[in-house]
């Protein structure tokens, strides 16, 4: 039975794992799975289910001493979205053979601007925590997916600035992703803009009502 449900399967997942969109999934979390075990090691050491372990660890640190572990965490798995954005928009990047620092970029300022901010009574404003978290993982992998494609069709229209040979690479380099990245700007805002006009709000509500929560349950 095992050797049938392998002689269906394999073709399949050869097929998958040959899908340059699945393998940039799989390269951006390989890219990140050792931050990710590093942030869940420090949220088990504010957990620890040793008798006595949380007593000596308040008389060394205090009261509040899991905060000190918590930060770690905070700083790896709960802002994951991140890390997954730079970590596959630099695979999709390669099998196009673009420059991936500007793939990397762009792809980060599309998703940002498909993340809604918050203000508090006082003014000060940013950014929901909580989009970057595992809640926010499908809109990081769709509007990376879609941000690479952009600057790579616009990069294989030749609609960039060219700069003459005497300028130094680097130069020349970040003038050719301007156009590019002026256009990623203009749609990505565009669909920000849509989606604040329909009952969603933002593509954030939209991604997890339409996709994530049925997917969960």
Do not use: C
Request: no cysteine; proline share 5%; net charge neutral.
């Amino acid at each position: 039975m095992v050797e049938k449900i392998q002689e269906k399967l394999m073709p399949v997942a050869m097929k998958l794992n040959q899908n340059r969109y699945i393998a940039a999934i799989r390269d951006g979390f390989f890219g990140i799975t050792s931050i990710l075990i590093i942030g869940s090691m420090f949220l088990l050491f504010a957990s620890l289910p040793i008798q006595g372990y949380p007593e000596l660890m308040e008389s060394i640190l205090g009261s509040e001493w899991t905060s000190y572990f918590l930060v770690p965490y905070l700083n790896t798995m709960d802002i994951m979205g991140l890390f997954l954005i730079l970590s596959m928009s630099h695979s999709l990047a390669l099998s196009y053979k673009v420059n991936t620092i500007a793939a990397q970029i762009l792809s980060l300022i599309s998703f940002l601007i498909l993340t809604p901010s918050i203000a508090n009574a006082d003014g000060a404003r940013g950014i929901p925590a909580a989009n970057f978290s595992a809640s926010g993982l499908f809109l990081a992998m769709v509007s990376t997916i879609l941000a690479v494609e952009i600057y790579r069709f616009v990069i294989e229209k030749d609609w960039v600035i060219k700069m003459p040979e005497s300028v130094p690479k680097n130069v020349s380099v970040a003038f050719s992703s301007l156009i590019p990245g002026f256009i990623l700007v203009i749609i990505f805002n565009l669909i920000q803009i849509g989606f604040g006009l329909t009952n969603f709000g933002t593509a954030q509500d939209f991604i997890y009502s339409a996709l994530q929560a049925p997917l969960t349950s």
